[in-house]
C-alpha cells in the first residue's frame, strides 16, 4: 500500500492528536507543535500503526516557528497539510498586551497561509494533494451578538470577548474559500473546518465537560468525510449545511452587486433619508 505524507501543525493535543490516529493506518507523518515531549510520544504510539513519523518542534507564533515548517515543506513530498495550530485570546481588546497581537494573528491567520503557499508548489507538480485549515465557527459571528452556541437564552452572557480571535478566523475563512476558486481546475483539494466549541484543553479546557461541545475525534472525523464529499467549507455540527451556505453566497453576491456602483447610495445623498 502507498502511503502519502501528511503534516498537521497543533499536533500535540486535541484536534491535532485526532486527525493524526485517523490518518496514521494509511499516512506517514509529520508532527508539528512546541512541545517536542508530547510530539515524541504520539509519533512513538502512532508507529505502531505502521507510520512512519517525523517529529518538528516550531512556535507557529513566531517567525523562525514558521520558517522551520515552511522550509520543511518547501521538499515538495507532502501531500496533505492540515493547518490546525491556534490560540483563542479572548480579553477586551483593550486589555490585550500590545505585544501579544502580532503573535496571536501570526499563529491564527498568517502561519496557515505561508504553510499553504509553501506545500502547494510540491502538490501541484505531483498533481495531487490536500489542504485542510481549522479556522471556528466564531468566524461567522463578527456580526452577531449571539456568542454561544446552540442559542441558548444565556448564551450571550457567555459570549467570548473575541475581536482578535474572530478577524483571525474570519481571514482563514475568507482565504481557503478563495483559495479553492483559484485552485478548482487542479487536483488539489481544499477545506475548511469551522467547528463550535471543542472538548480539548485548549483555552484552558474550559469547553472540557460542556455538554455542546464537540469531541475533537469527531471534528476531524467529519473533516476527513467532508474532504472524500468534495466540501470546501465543513462546519460539522450543521445539518442542512448546503442550504447554510447557499444562502450565504446568496447574500454575498447580492450585496457584491449591489454595492459595485459609481455613485453613492440614496441615503447619502438625499437630505430626506
Same mark, same amino acid.
Given at each position: 500500500?502507498?502511503?502519502?505524507?501528511?503534516?498537521?501543525?497543533?499536533?500535540?493535543?486535541?484536534?491535532?492528536?485526532?486527525?493524526?490516529?485517523?490518518?496514521?493506518?494509511?499516512?506517514?507523518?509529520?508532527?508539528?507543535?512546541?512541545?517536542?515531549?508530547?510530539?515524541?510520544?504520539?509519533?512513538?504510539?502512532?508507529?505502531?500503526?505502521?507510520?512512519?513519523?517525523?517529529? !518538528?518542534? @516550531?512556535?507557529?507564533?513566531?517567525?523562525?516557528?514558521? =520558517? *522551520?515548517?515552511?522550509?520543511? %515543506? #518547501? +521538499? $515538495?513530498?507532502?501531500?496533505?497539510?492540515?493547518?490546525?495550530?491556534?490560540?483563542?485570546?479572548?480579553?477586551?481588546?483593550?486589555?490585550?498586551?500590545?505585544?501579544?497581537?502580532?503573535?496571536?494573528?501570526? !499563529?491564527? @491567520?498568517?502561519?496557515?497561509?505561508?504553510?499553504?503557499? =509553501? *506545500?502547494?508548489?510540491?502538490? %501541484? #507538480? +505531483? $498533481?495531487?494533494?490536500?489542504?485542510?485549515?481549522?479556522?471556528?465557527?466564531?468566524?461567522?459571528?463578527?456580526?452577531?451578538?449571539?456568542?454561544?452556541?446552540?442559542?441558548?437564552?444565556?448564551?450571550?452572557?457567555?459570549?467570548?470577548?473575541?475581536?482578535?480571535?474572530?478577524?483571525?478566523?474570519?481571514?482563514?475563512?475568507?482565504?481557503?474559500?478563495?483559495?479553492?476558486?483559484?485552485?478548482?481546475?487542479?487536483?488539489?483539494?481544499?477545506?475548511?473546518?469551522?467547528?463550535?466549541?471543542?472538548?480539548?484543553?485548549?483555552?484552558?479546557?474550559?469547553?472540557?465537560?460542556?455538554?455542546?461541545?464537540?469531541?475533537?475525534?469527531?471534528?476531524?472525523?467529519?473533516?476527513?468525510?467532508?474532504?472524500?464529499?468534495?466540501?470546501?467549507?465543513?462546519?460539522?455540527?450543521?445539518?442542512?449545511?448546503?442550504?447554510?451556505?447557499?444562502?450565504?453566497?446568496?447574500?454575498?453576491?447580492?450585496?457584491?452587486?449591489?454595492?459595485?456602483?459609481?455613485?453613492?447610495?440614496?441615503?447619502?445623498?438625499?437630505?430626506?433619508?
Amino acid at each position: 500500500m502507498t502511503r502519502t505524507l501528511a503534516l498537521i501543525t497543533g499536533a500535540s493535543s486535541g484536534i491535532g492528536v485526532a486527525y493524526a490516529r485517523l490518518l496514521a493506518d494509511d499516512h506517514d507523518l509529520v508532527l508539528v507543535a512546541r512541545r517536542a515531549d508530547r510530539l515524541a510520544d504520539l509519533a512513538e504510539e502512532l508507529r505502531t500503526h505502521g507510520a512512519t513519523v517525523e517529529v !518538528l518542534p @516550531a512556535d507557529l507564533a513566531t517567525h523562525d516557528g514558521i =520558517a *522551520a515548517v515552511t522550509d520543511r %515543506l #518547501a +521538499a $515538495g513530498d507532502v501531500r496533505m497539510l492540515i493547518s490546525n495550530a491556534g490560540a483563542g485570546g479572548y480579553a477586551p481588546l483593550t486589555d490585550v498586551d500590545p505585544a501579544e497581537i502580532d503573535s496571536l494573528l501570526t !499563529l491564527n @491567520a498568517v502561519a496557515p497561509i505561508q504553510l499553504v503557499r =509553501a *506545500a502547494l508548489p510540491g502538490m %501541484l #507538480a +505531483a $498533481g495531487e494533494g490536500a489542504v485542510v485549515t481549522v479556522a471556528s465557527l466564531l468566524a461567522f459571528s463578527a456580526g452577531s451578538t449571539l456568542g454561544g452556541v446552540g442559542g441558548a437564552d444565556d448564551a450571550r452572557a457567555r459570549a467570548p470577548r473575541r475581536t482578535l480571535y474572530v478577524a483571525a478566523k474570519t481571514a482563514t475563512l475568507g482565504f481557503t474559500r478563495t483559495l479553492a476558486g483559484e485552485l478548482a481546475d487542479t487536483p488539489v483539494r481544499v477545506q475548511v473546518v469551522c467547528p463550535s466549541i471543542v472538548a480539548t484543553e485548549w483555552n484552558g479546557g474550559v469547553s472540557r465537560g460542556n455538554p455542546q461541545a464537540m469531541l475533537p475525534e469527531d471534528v476531524a472525523s467529519a473533516s476527513l468525510a467532508g474532504l472524500r464529499l468534495g466540501e470546501t467549507v465543513c462546519v460539522p455540527g450543521l445539518e442542512d449545511q448546503d442550504s447554510a451556505l447557499d444562502a450565504l453566497l446568496t447574500a454575498e453576491t447580492a450585496l457584491i452587486a449591489g454595492g459595485f456602483r459609481p455613485t453613492p447610495a440614496a441615503r447619502y445623498t438625499d437630505p430626506q433619508a
